[in-house]
């Protein structure tokens, strides 16, 4: 599970990422995950699988690497952070 502070800002943030990966092909599957997230500001919690969330953790790292990355607004910026401290939290 996987708790969204602001889920219309990671769901922009994350549709971003996949837009910019979507070469690769590997992560097209999130789009579906992506499509159940409303557009609202109200914090939320979202059910996901492992195998998601360790998809979700490599399409992050994966975008950090692409110059999209460096040109996104500070608060996509900070809402693919939140999930990434989660998701790494999890693993520990």
């Known amino acids: ?17 996949l837009e910019a990966l979507s070469g690769m092909g590997i992560y097209e599957h999130l789009r579906d995950i992506v499509d159940t997230i409303p557009s609202t500001v109200n914090r939320m919690c979202l059910g996901t699988s492992r195998d998601i969330e360790e998809s979700l953790g490599s399409c992050i790292d994966k975008f950090k690497e692409t110059k999209t990355y460096h040109y996104l607004r500070e608060d996509f910026k900070n809402a693919l952070y939140d999930i990434e401290i989660q998701l790494n939290k999890k693993v520990s």
């Open 1 to 17: 599970m996987i708790h969204l502070k602001d889920p219309l800002c990671f769901k922009e943030s994350i549709t971003i990422s």
